[in-house]
C-alpha cells in the first residue's frame, strides 16, 4: 500500500487547459493586494512663482520693434520672433533651418544669416530679465 502512495505522490500533476488557466489568473489577480500607486503631487496655485523659461523678460529697443516694449515670457518672445519670420518668408526656401535676416533681424543676430539652433543664443543678448 505504501508503494501506491509513494506512486501517487510522484506522478506528476495534469496540464491546465487554456480555460482553466484564465480562470487560474483571474483568481489570482483578485487575492493579490492592489499595487502602491505614488501620490500625486499637490497642484500649484495659479499666478505661482515663475522661473526660467516662464519668467517675464525685457527686451531691447532693437527686439522690441519685433516683439513689443512690454515684458514677456521667454517662450512667448521666441514664438513672436518665428511669428515675424514666417510673416515675412525669411526662412531660406532652400535649408529652412537657416533665417534670412531683414534689417530689423540683422540688429539681432548681427549678420545676414543665421542658424534657427542659433537664434535662441542671439535672443539672449537681446533679453534682460
Do not use: C
Not at 8 to 18: I, L, N, R, V
Not at 99 to 123: C, P
Amino acid at each position: 500500500m505504501s508503494s501506491t502512495k509513494e506512486a501517487a505522490a510522484k506522478k506528476p500533476a495534469a496540464k491546465k487547459t487554456s480555460a482553466a488557466k484564465s480562470a487560474a489568473k483571474a483568481t489570482d489577480s483578485k487575492t493579490t493586494a492592489p499595487k502602491a500607486t505614488k501620490a500625486k503631487a499637490p497642484a500649484k496655485a495659479a499666478g505661482g512663482a515663475k522661473g526660467g523659461i516662464a519668467a517675464p523678460v525685457t527686451p531691447s529697443p532693437q527686439l522690441a520693434e519685433i516683439v513689443g516694449k512690454d515684458q514677456l515670457p521667454r517662450s512667448e518672445v521666441v514664438k513672436k520672433v518665428w511669428d515675424y519670420i514666417k510673416k515675412h518668408d525669411l526662412q531660406d526656401p532652400k535649408d529652412r533651418r537657416q533665417i534670412l535676416a531683414d534689417e530689423k533681424l540683422e540688429k539681432i543676430f548681427g549678420g545676414k544669416k543665421s542658424s534657427m539652433f542659433e537664434m535662441n543664443k542671439h535672443l539672449a543678448a537681446h533679453l534682460t530679465a
